[in-house]
């Protein structure tokens, strides 16, 4: 049996309070675990009783930082799992949590690819930047061409670059003209509109 030695309270702002065995062993615990498991200083716990406190404890820090990141924004499957990872959570942890939000419909790709692109679209990128990006963030090829092309008409995409270029000439200083055209489509393609569309605009814009 392991004999609780001492326990901690939280330093200021760290939600985590320390654990001290008799044999020297440590660990940092949440609160509502030490609880959940009745440790107290004196306290006794068999070593299999001490690994289920340290499995629940790490799920429900995992989970309580997935739930933190979900409300900032919507993400997807690949994005989260990257973002906890990052923070130190244990893979097969990650993946417990992961298929927990995508069972109960909080981890939803498809959703999150559509908005994605909408936002994307609103901000004037044109639709293959918006695919790259959904397949940066673990997107399919294939579901994130579709969101893309569903976020904006061709109408809108030429609208989008009008502005984009208009706004890129305002603030660009004056250069030589062939230089001034090559940079002018540079920073269209890079936004992600389709190149037959960007020289379209760069001969109309500025009769090159």
């Known amino acids: ?20 065995f008799e044999s020297g ?29 340290l499995r629940v404890d790490a799920l429900e820090r995992c989970r309580a930082q997935a739930w933190k990141l979900l ?3 919507l993400r997807s499957r690949k994005e989260l799992e990257r973002a906890l990872r990052q923070r130190k959570h244990e893979a097969p942890v ?12 909080y981890l939803d790709d498809e959703a999150f690819a559509k908005q ?5 679209a609103g901000r004037r990128q044109g639709r293959h930047r918006v695919q790259r990006d959904l397949m ?12 893309a092309l569903a976020a ?24 030589d003209p062939q230089k001034r055209t090559q940079a002018a489509a540079a920073f269209l393609l890079r936004r992600g509109f389709d190149s037959d569309l ?6 109309e814009f500025f009769n090159a």
């Open 94 to 105: 990650v993946e417990l949590v992961l298929r927990e939000l995508t069972e109960k419909n």
């Open 71 to 73: 409300a900032l924004r």
């Open 25 to 53: 062993e440590t660990a940092e615990l949440r609160e509502e675990t030490i609880a959940r498991f009745h440790l107290r200083k004196g306290a006794q716990i068999s070593e299999s009783q001490w690994q289920d406190a």
């Open 152 to 175: 904006t008409s061709p109408e809108h995409e030429e609208e989008s670059a009008r502005a984009a270029l208009a706004r890129w000439n305002r603030r660009t200083k004056p250069e």
């Open 198 to 203: 960007v020289w379209k605009l760069i001969r």
């Open 1 to 20: 049996m392991m004999v609780v030695a001492a326990i901690t309270a939280p330093k200021p702002r760290k939600a985590l309070a320390t654990v001290e």
């Open 116 to 120: 994605f692109a909408r936002e994307r």
């Open 136 to 147: 940066a963030r673990g997107i399919t090829r294939e579901a994130a061409a579709k969101s």
